[in-house]
């Protein structure tokens, strides 16, 4: 174990072994902005854009369980699109956590679009125990609507049989469903056609992305002007709550302790006192860091820019890299940077201003800014918060979570 691992190494990494590329064109995909940047002359590696390399993979592997302190590691695999970088690659991954894994537990998790999904992967992730998230949006027509192919074909049914595929070969998976302009008042519909297709554990994400024309900085940092116009695309401010509370009322009514939504389950353990589950709703920022394929390693995922880059895992030790003072400085701006208005909140605590990214609304006489989703969150934590005491009471008791249903059966 390196001397620089030996630190407080609590940090997750996401790969993205095929860069920016992928094989669908997603309207609302903020990551495909990062073809200029990763295959710009200033990039530092002329491969940036094709996928990593067998020798920076195995380095990347070793290092990576060499600086984690626990017995439990998470590789954890994105995009752009991850099968792109092909079944062989990821057969070099498992070769590699066997060599280098030292009797830890690895895990591998997987986010992908599915579109390759096929007999072969499935047989793949079955036999090496890969959960795999896939990102749908639940309708057919909220997913063909910007879910489209290079071609500008429909995708849903292409993923609902890879779905199907997974099933048949006992994969586990969870799904991801961005929230936009076209599905917040479709929280209902849409959280029941999720159950519909198999899944028992749901991600919720809204988009927020501001037009690429309201960016002003020339320095390398995210910094949108103050009159930043959003994506047409992107969820209204107080969509996401609607959305979310909508599925809330679905799933308290049946599905607690079978279902779970990833938001409710982190909430939960906030109320319980525990350390929330997501980076939205932790009091710091950084402890889930990016490495691209040409081995860059960046602050966060929706911080790939070079202003946010820490360094590069063949130059410097990986646990140095996310340890480091800039990295440190990243996360503690997530709290040190709240408005009055945020610090004044009685919901403070359960977000933290939420995701520093989504801070672009200037409030007169405020120096920092406020975050767009804020009158969602409100109405979110507002709205769950009856229910989430009774379940705390519950846990409390020695009961579980799930016995508020028939509790608040009776109250209807």
Partial sequence: MTKASTRDTRFHMMAKPASYRCNLKCDYCFYLEKEDMMSSPSANDESASHNMSDRLLRKYVRDYIASQDSEDIDFAWQGGEPTLAGIEFYKKVVEYQKLYGKGKRITNSFQTNAIAINKQWAEFFATNNFLIGVSIDGLAEVHDTYRISVNGRPTFERVKKAIDILKEHQVEFNTLTVVNDQNWNRGKEIYHALK???????????????DASCQQSTTGHYS????ATLTSFSVPSHGYGQFMTDVFNEWVKHDVGTIFVRMFDSLLATWMGYPASICVQSKECGQALVIESNGDLYSCDHYVYPANKLGNIEQTDIAKLATSKQQKRFGAAKHARLTQKCQQCDFQALCYGGCPKHRILPIEGEKHKQNYLCESYAQIFNHTAPVMHLMVQEIQRGGTAANVMPILAGYR
């Fill in 196 to 210: 519909a297709l198999g899944s028992v554990h749901l991600q919720f994400i809204p988009i927020v992305e501001v």
């Fill in 224 to 227: 949108p002007r103050s009159d």
